[in-house]
């Protein structure tokens, strides 16, 4: 019976540290100019992104183009982690999803 707890402490040990590491992709595009992370800007877009297997397969579209208008010159990018994708990852990351934003500011 030690064995199987053993293998079973070994086990939840993997998958919790496998749920700590992540492979999550943006793809960045559009017309814009990507601004330094430095420049202060407006926020004028938000993207809910979705990924399984822990941020190594995307569930739908990752990129950033369908965010930026075309009158956009300048652009600048930030993915958060919400109190929210906490909440939502709570129950979704037992079957390895996860979720984060990602929002678009415009800078002048």
Same mark, same amino acid.
């Given at each position: 019976?030690?064995?199987?707890?053993?293998?079973?402490?070994?086990?939840?040990?993997?998958?919790?540290?496998?749920?700590?590491?992540?492979?999550?992709?943006?793809?960045? $595009?559009?017309?814009?100019?990507?601004?330094? #992370? !430095? &420049?202060?800007? =407006?926020?004028?877009?938000? %993207?809910? +992104?979705?990924?399984?297997?822990? $941020?190594?397969?995307?569930?739908?579209?990752? #990129? !950033? &183009?369908?965010? =930026?208008?075309?009158?956009? %010159?300048? +652009?600048?990018?930030?993915?958060?982690?919400?109190?929210?994708?906490?909440?939502?990852?709570?129950?979704?990351?037992?079957?390895?999803?996860?979720?984060?934003?990602?929002?678009?500011?415009?800078?002048?």
């Amino acid at each position: 019976m030690s064995k199987i707890r053993q293998w079973a402490g070994i086990f939840l040990l993997i998958t919790f540290i496998i749920g700590l590491v992540g492979c999550f992709t943006i793809r960045i $595009g559009g017309k814009g100019e990507l601004a330094p #992370s !430095t &420049d202060k800007g =407006i926020k004028i877009a938000e %993207k809910r +992104v979705w990924y399984a297997l822990w $941020g190594f397969v995307p569930l739908g579209d990752n #990129s !950033t &183009d369908s965010l =930026i208008a075309d009158p956009v %010159k300048k +652009v600048r990018f930030e993915t958060k982690y919400t109190p929210l994708d906490a909440l939502i990852n709570i129950f979704t990351i037992w079957v390895s999803i996860e979720t984060f934003k990602v929002e678009v500011y415009e800078v002048k």
